[in-house]
């Protein structure tokens, strides 16, 4: 029996054999063809090599549109580079002359100079034998195929260990057979990590590496609750998880047996729940699960799920979607929200070029240096506002300058649909996302200048305590609970208050059940989260007073490191509600 | 007639040598044009500048004086191209 540990990004508890996905270490069939199949080898190898060159083009047009003509200027040099003629000839020779096959050739010629980068004595160059890795992989990847394929044939249930899976991969998965995945890489605001919870099976990420010695088949425990992988469990460990499964499943049915009462405190006040989303479609999820409005709408996925860049009319549909079923509902749409760091699979390569991803063009900062594309979003968002009660959220605000130029846009896009006659709302509520240390610290300022504010306190932690939690180095470092991000917290929700404005928290600390005391005590009366996740928090909601969650939030601020404050939060939920399960 | 073929001195320029971007653009400019380019160390084997992989063996810092030799009908044309790409430091 072994046991990992990592990130729990999805609750649930779940036992099935293992499936596991390679880490993109292609096994290759065969060495040597014959000769007689020389010309067609080279053929093939040859329309690999076009696909290649196209998949890399399309990237550089994304990577140019999207982000700017720097940034497509990195795939320009790869693309430069895998279309040497030098280095297809010699490949094309190894398959001719030496009846290698494609595969092998490829790997050979690639890996030969990728060593040749390594020895020469230069620090940029030695890194740039990942350039050559990368394109061995494209290669391979298109004339292997991707044996990634075996996920859409599963004829039972397994269990998913992979180094990483891709966000696509993730929505792809056919919930009949997938009863959970675990991963090497990975953090809890990961995009794959909120399509786990979406997809409701159980998901740990971020285990570092645990795959090197599962051959798959091995009976696995997923323990979303914890954040456990257990390899090869014995007896007694099966039998206690078969019961934490079956608890796990009655709690679930109680909540959402009552996911339509509102969320009261035992002193009568009522706190709205929200949900967070991504795709339209899960607005239904969100009502469903008693949401009483959008606190979140993430609309990155209109840019990176596509190949061109989303039209007006796409926002506007897509929007139109999300506030059609239920006009009254308050719906918060977060102009773009993109940074190198959200790019697909295939432009990964792009954030190994830029230096602190975090801290360069994204977010607000792109859309301002981007004004075409903004302005269409901010169109499209007007438009759609006349069927809905929708909210412009902008994010990564960091200066008052930036959010006042963000507004300024916003009025001239309002008078081009006033000059154009299309109908639009003009009284649209404009707010921002607090989630920069200078933004909470300027809160009072902001407040005066916004109709409201939410917080997201996934980048105000990163930010404040210097941690990407996706770096599985320093993941551990990363804290809800820490001390100095309990007094932004309070700060801003105070600016908020003495200006009036309402304030929102719809970070990951806020789908966490160990912060809901904390939060209601801090004065936050509006919590946006996970949509599978709106039954247990408002039932959380339930077994609290007021009075009681400001006094465990009076005293949290007492505490002066991370981990006390977590064990106190924690030991409070467990007096004010024993039977929720942890 | 002799075929045309001649040679410059350059240096780099860019901050941080011939590295990616640098190449990428010098291999493009290089294929533009039909007569042969290479580029040399002093003293070095010439490596062909129509090919990105063989600039970035030159591992070419910043200050490396390299040598532009072309030979064939457009020579002349590519070597002033040349030293005008790599005067403006990209």
Not at chain 1, 113 to 126: E, H, I, M, R
Not at chain 1, 262 to 288: H, M, R
Not at chain 2, 3 to 18: A, F, I, K, S
């Amino acid at each position: 029996m072994r046991i990992f540990r990592g990130i729990a990004v999805s609750r649930g508890v779940t036992i099935a054999p293992a499936l596991v996905l390679g880490s993109e270490n292609f096994r290759i069939p065969q060495r040597f063809v014959s000769v007689d199949v020389v010309d067609t080898e080279v053929a093939r190898f040859q329309e690999a090599f076009d696909q290649v060159c196209l998949e890399i083009e399309q990237n550089e047009k994304v990577a140019s549109a999207q982000l700017g003509n720097q940034y497509g200027a990195i795939f320009a040099a790869h693309l430069q580079l895998a279309r040497d003629k030098k280095l297809r000839l010699e490949i094309e020779s190894l398959i001719r002359e030496k009846c290698h096959s494609p595969e092998y050739a490829v790997s050979k010629v690639l890996r030969n100079y990728a060593k040749v980068f390594q020895n020469l004595g230069d620090q940029y160059l030695a890194e740039r034998a990942v350039d050559l890795y990368d394109l061995e992989k494209r290669l391979l990847r298109q004339m292997l195929g991707d044996r990634r394929e075996e996920l859409t044939n599963l004829t039972q249930p397994v269990l998913i260990l992979a180094h990483n899976l891709t966000p696509s991969e993730t929505a792809a998965l056919d919930r009949s057979f997938v009863k959970g995945f675990a991963t090497e890489l990975g953090g809890h605001t990961s995009h794959t990590a909120i399509l786990a919870g979406a997809l409701e099976i159980p998901a740990v990420v971020g285990l570092g590496d645990f795959l090197s010695d599962i051959a798959g088949g091995e009976t696995v425990i997923i323990d979303g609750n914890h954040g456990e992988v257990i390899i090869d469990p014995d007896e007694a460990t099966l039998e206690r998880y078969r019961q934490s499964e079956a608890e796990f499943r009655s709690m679930h049915k109680r909540l959402e047996s009552q996911t339509q009462l509102p969320a009261v405190t035992t002193d009568s006040l009522e706190i709205q729940v929200q949900g967070n989303i991504e795709f339209p479609e899960e607005v239904d999820q969100s009502v469903k699960y008693g949401a009483t409005g959008i606190g979140l709408y993430r609309t990155e996925f209109l840019y990176l799920s596509g190949e061109k860049e989303p039209t007006e009319e796409d926002h506007y549909q897509a929007y139109r979607r999300v506030v059609a079923p239920n006009p009254e509902m308050p719906v918060t749409i977060r102009t773009l929200d993109l940074g190198a760091d959200k790019l697909p699979k295939s432009m990964r390569a792009l954030s190994r070029e830029i230096d602190n991803p975090f801290l360069g063009l994204r977010s607000l900062r792109l859309s301002l240096q981007n004004l075409p594309l903004f302005k269409t979003q901010l169109r499209a968002i007007l438009r759609a506002a006349v069927h809905g009660n929708i909210r412009i959220m902008f994010p990564l605000v960091s200066t008052l300058l930036e959010l006042r130029q963000a507004k300024m846009i916003l009025s001239d896009v309002m008078e081009d649909l006033e000059y154009q006659g299309v109908p639009f709302r003009r009284d649209v509520p404009v707010g921002m996302m607090v989630e920069v240390p200078s933004a909470a610290l300027m809160a009072d300022e902001f407040a005066r200048e916004v109709d409201f504010f939410s917080i997201g306190t996934n980048d105000l932690i990163q930010y404040t305590l210097a941690v990407d939690r996706a770096n599985t180095q320093v993941a551990h470092l990363f804290s809800s609970g820490d001390p100095s991000v309990l007094k932004l917290l309070e700060r801003i929700v105070s600016a908020a208050r003495r200006a009036s404005i309402p304030v929102t928290v719809c970070g990951q600390m806020s789908s966490d059940p160990i912060y809901s005391a904390l939060l209601l005590g801090l004065g936050v009366r509006q919590l946006s989260v996970t949509p599978h996740i709106i039954p247990e928090i408002k039932e959380v909601v339930r077994h609290l007073s007021i009075t009681q969650a400001e006094s465990i939030a009076a005293h949290a601020l007492t505490l002066d490191v991370a981990r006390d404050v977590e064990s106190y939060l924690r030991g409070e939920l467990k007096k004010f509600f024993p039977d929720l399960m942890m | 007639m002799d075929t045309p073929q001649g040679t410059c001195e350059v240096t780099v320029r860019n901050d941080n040598g011939l590295h990616m971007g640098p190449s990428s653009k010098i291999a493009q400019l290089a294929q533009s044009f039909r007569c042969e380019v290479t580029l040399s160390r002093n003293g070095g084997e010439p490596v062909d500048a129509k090919s990105m992989i063989d600039l970035l063996t030159l591992a070419a810092e910043k200050g490396t004086v390299l040598i532009v030799q072309a030979r064939g009908e457009d020579a002349e044309e590519a070597l002033s191209s040349m030293c005008h790409l790599f005067e403006s430091g990209f």
